[in-house]
């Protein structure tokens, strides 16, 4: 009998069956939104915590603090409360009304600030503090070293071996850092493509992050192409992977479905897949689908 981190990973993928622009080449979304968290962040959450706990870094009465933009706050608050521990999660105030109610719901403390640098800053502040444990998403290995374990080892099996590019968003950078560190080590010919918005698109998942606050686990040299994505673009491919495709997600999913179609243009033949981050219902509040 399997427990609710059990279930974290072995998510499905799904072949594009309407959007896919070349014959020849085979699209697929890996749907992270069935992770039982709702998005791809249950695996690198799970990894943090769990591998501080092993550690000896936290124990069950450290305050774990964290910022977010959403979908690894939700993923945070529901491990946390599996091992009967504290969190305060730091969130924009403009995030979406049903990620602050899901957090608390699993017990978590949120505090709402102006934008996504002032949160770090504030959990960074306070993660310095006597008794609280600053998770850093950010700069924190176990963040990526969760995809590394799972998520591409499960791209290479269910694509038996024949995958040929990897698309992601970049956020934290945490997933296509991994992925890209396993894929690379069974086949140096894949091809890593990141995606992030352009200069002035606000494209919730994605960032174009300034320097200083550029993640420090992010190597460029583990990405072979970058690709920006309009906020419009992103807007329009999620409604579309919802209609025509069925597939219920967020904006940052519709930006690399994107990325993952422009890129299909371009090739004779190959199997692309990209991350589906999360589902569409966190963002029913939003404009997104209205």
Request: include cysteine; proline fraction near 4%.
């Amino acid at each position: 009998m399997a427990g609710i981190i059990d279930l974290i990973g072995n998510t499905p993928m799904a072949e594009l069956q309407k959007l896919n622009p070349n014959p020849k080449v085979k699209i697929f979304a890996k749907l992270e939104g069935n992770n039982p968290g709702g998005s791809v962040k249950d695996r690198a959450s799970l990894n943090m915590i769990r591998s501080a706990l092993e550690r000896g870094e936290i124990t069950p009465g450290t305050k774990l603090v964290e910022a977010t933009s959403g979908n690894t706050g939700i993923a945070l608050a529901m491990i946390a409360s599996l091992f009967n521990l504290d969190i305060e999660l730091v969130m924009p105030s403009n995030s979406t009304r049903e990620r602050t109610l899901t957090m608390q719901a699993y017990g978590a403390k949120v505090t709402l600030l102006d934008n996504i640098e002032i949160c770090r800053d504030y959990a960074e502040e306070k993660g310095a503090s006597e008794g609280y444990y600053l998770l850093n998403q950010f700069a924190n290995s176990d963040n990526y070293m969760a995809h590394y374990k799972t998520t591409g080892p499960e791209l290479w099996r269910d694509t038996e071996g024949k995958i040929t590019h990897f698309v992601s968003s970049m956020g934290t950078t945490g997933t296509i850092m991994g992925c890209s560190k396993f894929l690379k080590e069974k086949n140096a010919d894949i091809q890593i493509v990141g995606c992030q918005p352009t200069e002035g698109s606000s494209i919730p998942g994605i960032r174009r992050w300034p320097e200083a606050y550029l993640p420090k686990i992010f190597d460029p040299s583990r990405v072979d192409r970058v690709m920006d994505i309009s906020e419009a673009e992103a807007t329009q491919m999620a409604r579309r992977l919802a209609k025509e495709e069925g597939l219920f997600a967020g904006m940052s999913s519709g930006g690399a479905c994107s990325a993952a179609i422009k890129l299909a243009q371009e090739l004779e033949e190959g199997i692309i897949v990209f991350i589906a981050c999360d589902r569409g219902d966190r963002y029913l509040s939003s404009e997104l689908f209205g």
